[in-house]
């Protein structure tokens, strides 16, 4: 018998062992969770077993960390507390409490959602996986949470956490993204948390814990084995493979932008435009000092120039370089030049807005850093030194 079909062997032994005793580790498992579990927000009474608070925390968690989500799901709530509530709100008064989060295409679908919900179910939320799987914005993941957490349906659940416990569980090689591995992820997350269900392990109670054991214990790198409480079912430590998997997918390559922006003053009061709200284009709908995205033939002051002249409509040259500041993208890394520019003329495209008013604006979490930054330096609001003219 040879080395592979050696270990296809043991992985189908240690399979079948967690598959005859997976009530017992669902039993393990919830019990640990019980008294393990973080106290997190989205976690107390007023908001375990809402339909609507658990969407927003399962949104906001999508591709953030747990710290950085806990003051925004409050702010949040504080605003919104209810689906009515985000429903009745303009979208330009729900993007500046979703702004430094991210991905805010997020927020655009919530407020649809929300809209959804009490249009055409009369304010009740859908109860079944079917039904809040139509809902916009909702994916098999973020349905199979609501669902399992707010009404105990027993809805499977496949997030980054517990596609690497169940890969370290079952020994599962390879992508975890491709085809075969996916249906192999969600077979299991269904048969874990129906089992569950039969033996007095509610799918709100599983599902959280699953994805608490991969935030707390089966981590990414040295998973805590000894702390695990689940570790006697663990295929991948029995064959001491747990800081083999899963195993690592390429990272997008990086791109990197020059963008430069105009900061015009005059009056006490800053000219900002909005980015269109059409579809595939980053911070649809915010505002933002005029900004451009250099070419590669042309350097941040050329393309600044262009910008001026094709999209504001001024005729100007540029002052001196404020402040340079750097953010990321999904996997873009951007360099932002921030110019001073002086004009006689109205440029077109846009508004005047005084820095108190700019607070109550939908605007990307860098362009706020940035503006800021201007308000406490002055020395930026004086008369800018011209460096070229057309």
Not at 60 to 73: D, G, H, K, R, S
Not at 112 to 130: D, I, S, Y
Request: contains cysteine; positive net charge.
């Amino acid at each position: 018998m040879n080395r592979t079909q050696n270990q296809t062997d043991l992985q189908t032994s240690l399979e079948t062992n967690l598959q005859n005793h997976r009530a017992e580790f669902t039993r393990q498992l919830c019990a640990w969770f019980a008294l393990a579990q973080r106290d997190l927000p989205w976690r107390h009474k007023a908001n375990a077993r809402d339909p609507y608070r658990v969407l927003v925390s399962e949104i906001m968690l999508q591709q953030t960390v747990v710290a950085t989500v806990i003051p925004f799901y409050e702010r949040f709530l504080k605003r919104f507390p209810t689906i009515e509530d985000l429903a009745n709100a303009s979208l330009e008064e729900v993007l500046p409490m979703w702004a430094g989060l991210g991905y805010y295409s997020r927020a655009r679908n919530l407020h649809k959602l929300a809209q959804v919900v009490m249009q055409e179910q009369g304010g009740k939320f859908p109860n079944t996986l079917e039904d809040v799987l139509k809902l916009p914005g909702v994916g098999r993941y973020t349905a199979g949470a609501v669902t399992s957490i707010a009404f105990d349906m027993p809805s499977p659940i496949v997030d980054a956490n517990v596609a690497r416990v169940f890969s370290r569980l079952f020994l599962i090689e390879g992508d975890l993204k491709s085809t075969s591995n996916q249906q192999k992820l969600w077979h299991e997350a269904g048969e874990t948390v129906r089992v569950g269900k039969e033996n007095n392990c509610a799918p709100s109670q599983l599902n959280p814990a699953l994805m608490e054991l991969g935030a707390l214990i089966c981590t990414p790198k040295n998973p805590k084995c000894d702390r695990c409480p689940v570790n006697e079912f663990c295929a991948a430590r029995k064959v001491n493979r747990q800081n083999e998997l899963p195993h690592a997918t390429p990272k997008a390559q990086q791109v990197f932008l020059r963008d430069a922006c105009a900061f015009l003053y005059r009056d006490n009061q800053i000219f900002l435009r909005q980015r269109p709200h059409e579809a595939k284009i980053w911070w649809r709908g915010m505002w933002e000092l005029p900004r451009v995205t250099a070419r590669a033939e042309e350097n941040v002051e050329d393309a600044l120039q262009r910008m001026l002249r094709e999209e504001l409509k001024i005729e100007t040259g540029i002052g001196g370089l404020l402040k340079t500041i750097s953010h990321g993208v999904t996997h873009h890394q951007i360099t932002l030049h921030c110019f001073a520019v002086e004009t006689e003329e109205a440029p077109q495209n846009g508004q005047w807005f005084s820095f108190a008013e700019t607070e109550a604006l939908a605007m990307p979490s860098a362009m706020r850093r940035l503006l800021q930054w201007l308000q406490k330096h002055p020395q930026g609001l004086e008369k800018p030194r011209q460096l070229s003219l057309l």
